[in-house]
């Protein structure tokens, strides 16, 4: 993780995107400085667009976080990857 970047902060702001209902499989670094990359899976609620989605928590990383590089994977059902990897889900 790129210095001055906070994992966890970013997991939680990613799950505090309108219809994210989790993450995990989350990754950040910088192959050169001041220009992070991220990739992740977002699991989101099914009703809605998968677009929207993705451009609303791309729209959030860019603003937050500067993070304008990203891979990230839409799941409507958790992927087996969300019972092995560090996971930011919805409060209880």
């Not at 994992?7 to 989350?26: E, P, Q």
């Not at 001041?34 to 791309?58: F, I, M, Q, W």
Request: proline share 4%; aromatic share 6%; hydrophobic share 40%.
């Amino acid at each position: 993780v790129p210095k001055g970047m906070d994992l966890d902060n970013i997991g939680t702001s990613m799950r505090g995107v309108a219809g994210v209902l989790s993450i995990h499989d989350l990754h950040v670094w910088a192959l050169t400085s001041g220009k992070p990359s991220l990739t992740a899976h977002v699991v989101y609620e099914g009703a809605l667009s998968h677009d929207a989605v993705k451009d609303d928590v791309n729209t959030m990383l860019g603003e937050r976080y500067d993070i304008f590089h990203t891979t990230l994977q839409l799941e409507v059902t958790p992927c087996r990857l969300a019972r092995e990897a560090d996971t930011f889900t919805a409060p209880a």
